[in-house]
């Protein structure tokens, strides 16, 4: 396995709720170290390392800069680009987890055409947002005077 030069570690109130999570929306658990409440996972080519906080030795580690409380991920999203995004989604909306934005397209700007993406956003058990999407091509950009 390759690792990738960006791997954000989430820390989690719960190791095995949030291993089930994980799993349960298509993550695989490529290694894990039981004894330290740790996993590392990807999905379609992005990685994750989740660890559970340890509450009475949380305010002594280099790790954290501050109380840690939920959401956890406060003003921050994960971005991940997937294969099928629709099919990611129905199967999330089956699973009953809560969605946050629904199945959405929408066209941004890059210098002179739009590029676009369909997504949708969903909250992890810890409050981390995450945006799955799927590029859904280029077009000119058509200025309005």
């Not at 590392?40 to 501050?66: A, D, P, R």
């Not at 941004?108 to 859904?136: A, P, S, T």
Request: proline content about 3%; overall charge positive; charged content about 30%.
């Amino acid at each position: 396995m390759k690792f990738n030069r960006l791997v954000p570690e989430l820390a989690v109130s719960n190791i095995d709720k949030s291993l089930s999570f994980y799993k349960k929306i298509g993550f695989k658990v490529e290694y894990a170290r039981k004894e330290d409440k740790f996993a590392f996972l990807s999905f379609q080519g992005s990685q994750i390392m989740i660890e559970e906080i340890e509450k009475s030795n949380y305010k002594k580690s280099v790790w954290h800069t501050g109380k840690l409380e939920y959401p956890f991920g406060r003003g921050l999203h994960f971005q991940i680009e997937v294969k099928d995004v629709t099919t990611l989604f129905n199967k999330i909306k089956k699973s009953k987890y809560p969605i946050k934005a629904p199945l959405t397209d929408q066209w941004f700007r890059k210098n002179n055409y739009l590029v676009g993406m369909r997504y949708f956003l969903i909250m992890d058990l810890d409050g981390y947002l995450i945006l799955f999407n799927q590029d859904i091509g280029k077009k000119p950009l058509r200025l309005i005077s």
